[in-house]
């Protein structure tokens, strides 16, 4: 598996789908001390986005205000019934299930891997504040 690259597209952002999925993407950013992010398939038309940043090492730090805004972010989803009550807001780990299509799973892990590493305008254009 090639390292994500920053900000990550979407069509990148794995689906680690089934514990092995799961375990071998996981893996794969903590050998890199990379932020891990993925998807994963609960149902049919149901999606979880995950990411943790404890796989970066303890060099890798968030700022609050990143922080702040992922889960501004993941609480507006919440709210808006795009992602299911109950999501991980961080602050090292994030999670949401419940994500209606792979293609807005996809979107989602692209903009908060795009945010853990500092960059919150893909985050600002997938969860806009006034949605």
Not at 27 to 55: G, H, Y
């Amino acid at each position: 598996m090639q390292p994500l690259p920053v900000p990550c597209p979407a069509r990148l952002i794995p689906d680690a789908s089934g514990a092995g999925a799961f375990r071998d993407a996981y893996r794969e950013a903590m050998a890199r001390n990379a932020v891990f992010v993925a998807i994963e398939s609960e149902a049919p038309r149901q999606w979880t986005v995950k990411a943790d940043t404890l796989t970066a090492g303890a060099d890798h730090t968030v700022a609050d205000a990143v922080n702040d805004a992922i889960r501004a972010a993941i609480l507006r989803l919440v709210h808006n019934r795009e992602a299911d009550f109950g999501a991980y807001t961080g602050p090292v780990y994030f999670m949401m299930h419940g994500v209606r299509s792979e293609e807005r799973a996809r979107e989602l892990a692209a903009a908060i891997h795009a945010a853990l590493y500092g960059d919150l305008e893909p985050l600002a254009r997938a969860v806009p504040e006034t949605s």
